[in-house]
């Protein structure tokens, strides 16, 4: 059984602070890496998407991969209250589906 | 453009009824997924298709039944559904579904409630 793990949260965190976002996952033969954004009664929206091991930065979000941990992290700096929301990390292997874990929820305090 | 559509945005029907779900996407892309997802839950997988043939059934009822008519639309046709059934259902897109976990685009969604 394949499985992705987030702590649900909620994770708070001040306005302008960096928040940290994390998941592992079970299957070593995990080939691509992806950070979801969902709003509450909205659709997942695609965040960042990493298949190396390292970092991969665009703008605010930082992507983190770590294959030997089976481990892959979202930061995002300079939080604001816009990026309140659930973040779901999602695994994809070698089939069409990819994995989702059950989000974590974050609280950017003003 | 990496939009895709979903219609309607919002359907309520009965246990009896029959409806469709549609979904487009003009961004060439040839693999294309149906996902229910309950409040505070992650998005489940029910459908695949890839290059209009269905690559992945997982374990859906028969009340739902997916169809594929060309490359840019999905449709989900809905029939005697039961009030569990009740959910956000999101279509999403991806390249083409052969190479594995690709990056998949999601629609707005239909909310759908069953009575």
């Known amino acids: 059984q394949k499985e992705v793990e987030q702590n649900s949260g909620p994770l708070s965190v001040p306005e302008g602070a960096i928040a940290s976002l994390n998941c592992t996952y079970s299957d070593r033969g995990s080939q691509s890496f992806f950070w979801y954004r969902q709003y509450s009664g909205k659709s997942p929206e695609l965040i960042m998407f990493i298949y190396s091991n390292g970092d991969k930065e665009d703008g605010r979000f930082t992507a983190q991969l770590n294959k030997a941990s089976q481990y892959v992290s979202l930061l995002i700096r300079d939080s604001q209250p816009s990026d309140s929301a659930t973040y779901l990390c999602?695994?994809?292997?070698?089939?069409?589906?990819?994995?989702f874990g059950k989000g974590t929820r974050l609280h950017i305090l003003p | 453009d990496t939009e895709v559509t979903q219609t309607p945005k919002h359907l309520v029907m009965g246990m009896t009824n029959k409806k469709s779900l549609k979904c487009e996407q003009h961004?060439?892309?040839?693999?294309m997924y149906w996902y229910k997802q309950k409040a505070k839950k992650p998005p489940e997988l029910m459908f695949v298709?890839?290059?209009?043939?269905?690559?992945i059934n997982e374990s859906v009822p028969s009340r739902f039944s997916p169809e594929c008519p060309n490359s840019s639309l999905l449709n989900l046709h809905l029939h005697a559904l039961q009030p569990e059934d009740s959910a956000l259902y999101l279509c999403a897109s991806s390249q083409d579904g052969t190479s594995g976990g690709e990056t998949q685009y999601f629609g707005p969604g239909t909310r759908l409630l069953v009575l």
């Open positions: 961004m060439g892309h040839r693999a």
């Open positions: 999602a695994v994809g292997g070698v089939d069409d589906k990819i994995i």
């Open positions: 298709y890839s290059y209009e043939k269905l690559s």
